[in-house]
């Protein structure tokens, strides 16, 4: 993520010693995301990712690296949060949360084919059912209640028919989050952000296998067909256009119900979440523009992306069914 806090060699050695993770041989800035601060940090006996958390607190931050435990120990593939000797796993640098977990291997498929696609849908059914009981709640803190607080706030940025749309659509969503429907879509954790650049695969190009998810920290509660929309948002469209690539999203689908098979009502609400998901990243991404932090190193994504994606999702709807 952007490097929002400078973190020292030193620093990072007497976090590594208290893991007993070796001598440190580099610590090198991650500049992808905006979020947190990340860092690459190689040891003596391994490579691991340092995260100093600069919105999450010490509060929140037990749900994110739990859920990260208990999924690792159900056998997916992602990062492990290190322990010190009396199992901790939620430490302090320079006052703010910090983490040191297993960096996976790999690299990101930035161009996914129908191969991909499959991977990453039963992959994202595997997590929904791994962590069905999982103890500890926390709601999408980035869900339907922060979209109509974030809103009101970026409105003045907005043209016409952008104030048009983005104040239309978080109606619709909010009367559908009211519904009897909405009410019967099955729900548990979700990584809420499962886009291309935090999925890793290995081997042969035409022949790579998932070898792990990672960046849990926007996950909460929430319905899983919310999760499966973001997916299909960033894993199955044309970029230039925003459009859904129908074959890619049938692929995604059909392979995540090989694992678990969806209820009639996630179907016949598919078209809603899409939107949703669309408008969520919408609103982030305008938060991030025109209020952004400083940072040393600090890459907003475009949000002109995810308005072209949610005007194609209403001018669109795609049901699954239809093709399955």
């Known amino acids: 993520m952007a ?45 691991y990712v340092l995260t100093v958390f600069e919105r999450l607190s010490f509060e929140q931050l037990p749900f994110y690296l739990q859920l990260m435990k208990h999924l690792a120990k159900r056998g997916l593939a992602v990062p492990d949060p290190q322990a010190d000797a009396d199992g901790q796993i939620l430490f302090e640098l320079q006052c703010k949360p910090a983490a040191v977990v297993n ?45 109509s607080e974030t809103v009101p706030v970026i409105l003045p940025f907005l043209n016409p028919a952008q104030a048009e749309l983005i104040t239309a659509e978080l109606d619709f969503q909010v009367h559908l989050a009211a519904s009897a429907s909405y009410a019967e879509l099955p729900r548990g954790p979700i990584h809420a952000d499962l886009f291309r650049d935090n999925v890793m695969f290995e081997g042969l190009p035409g022949r790579e296998r998932l070898s792990g998810c990672f960046d849990f920290y926007f996950a909460g509660v929430d319905n899983w067909l919310f999760d499966l929309a973001i997916c299909l948002n960033d894993w199955c469209i044309d970029h230039a256009s925003g459009r859904l690539d129908e074959a890619r ?8 119900e090989s694992v678990r098979p969806m209820s009639g009502v996630e179907h016949r609400l598919m078209p809603a979440m899409l939107r949703a998901a669309a408008l969520r990243f ?5 938060w991030d523009v025109y209020l952004p932090r400083d940072a040393a190193l600090l890459k907003p994504h475009d949000p002109g992306h995810f308005e072209r994606v949610l005007r194609e999702r209403i001018a669109r709807p795609w049901h699954a069914l239809i093709s399955l």
């Open 103 to 147: 960096k996976l291997r790999g690299g990101h498929q930035l161009a996914p084919d129908l191969f991909h696609c499959e991977q990453v849908g039963a992959e994202l059914a595997r997590m929904h059912l791994a962590a069905q009981d999982f103890p500890l709640h926390l709601d999408n803190l980035r869900g339907l209640s922060w979209w």
């Open 249 to 256: 999203a049938e692929a995604f689908v059909r392979a995540y």
């Open 3 to 47: 490097v929002f806090t400078e973190v020292t060699l030193s620093e990072a050695q007497a976090l590594a010693t208290r893991l007993s993770l070796g001598p440190v041989q580099s610590l090198r800035g991650i500049s992808a995301g905006i979020e947190n601060t990340n860092y690459f940090l190689t040891t003596e006996i391994g490579e």
């Open 282 to 286: 919408w609103i982030s991404r305008l």
